[in-house]
């Protein structure tokens, strides 16, 4: 069974940093691209960056509202995927989903069930 | 990015009623469309890819459509199950993802 475990939310100052993991089993993990979503509250979804399989060449793309201040990384041999997140604001404060896209196109077929992170002094 | 709007915001229905919810895209994306459910609390399930390919253990009722710029999820015969909130996300873009703003589907 697919499952994908985020972990690392909490509260945090605006201007400090914070790093979510996402720790996956039941699949080859490295066979995968990674991607974060999140969802502040009450609100819709937001795509936050990905990062592709090696045999994809490892690269990472963000969205603009986090380029420069997030960044993903991955661990093969522990099937873990982690969302550096640096210079936090508090629009940055959402429910952060951890998924898995099976083709490398875009879409998701699995998410964990997320971690909260709240941006508040 | 590619903006994508949903319509209507909320749908209210009742159990048996077909649903039809719909997903525009700003500009066109050929057949790179996703929906997803989502209940509160939960994390969003994938019901469709591709416009029209369901998404495997995914139940019948649930259909796609479209291409280009204009997109329909329909639910055939609506469920107790299905009261939940409708997301459509584009992905012809993998350096800008995209969601609507997402369709409530309320008990009428």
């Known amino acids: 069974e697919v499952q994908l475990v985020e972990s690392g939310g909490g509260l945090v100052k605006p201007g400090r940093s914070l790093r979510l993991s996402c720790t996956a089993s039941?699949?080859?993990?490295?066979?995968?691209?990674m991607s974060w979503f999140r969802q502040a509250p009450g609100k819709g979804l937001e795509w936050v960056g990905f990062i592709r399989s090696k045999a994809y060449g490892g690269t990472t793309e963000y969205a603009a509202s986090v380029k420069g201040r997030f960044t993903i990384s991955r661990d093969d041999s522990k099937s873990i995927a982690y969302l550096q997140m640096n210079s936090l604001k508090t629009e940055d404060t959402a429910v952060y989903y951890c998924t898995r896209d099976p083709w490398e196109d875009g879409y998701m077929d699995y998410w964990g069930q997320g971690t909260l992170v709240t941006v508040s002094s | 990015d590619i903006q994508m709007t949903q319509s209507p915001s909320t749908l209210s229905a009742s159990v048996g009623d077909r649903v039809t919810i719909t997903c525009r895209a700003s500009?066109?994306?050929?057949?790179?469309l996703a929906w997803y459910q989502q209940k509160p609390g939960k994390a969003p399930k994938l019901l469709i890819y591709k416009a029209s390919s369901l998404e495997s253990g995914v139940p019948s009722r649930f259909s796609g459509s479209g291409s280009g710029t204009e997109f329909t999820l329909t639910i055939s015969s609506l469920q107790p199950d299905d009261f939940a909130t409708y997301y459509c996300?584009?992905?012809?873009?993998?350096?800008?993802?995209?969601f609507g703003g997402g369709t409530k589907v309320e008990i009428k």
């Open positions: 996300q584009q992905y012809n873009s993998y350096s800008g993802l995209t």
């Open positions: 500009q066109s994306i050929s057949s790179w």
């Open positions: 039941g699949f080859t993990f490295g066979d995968y691209a």
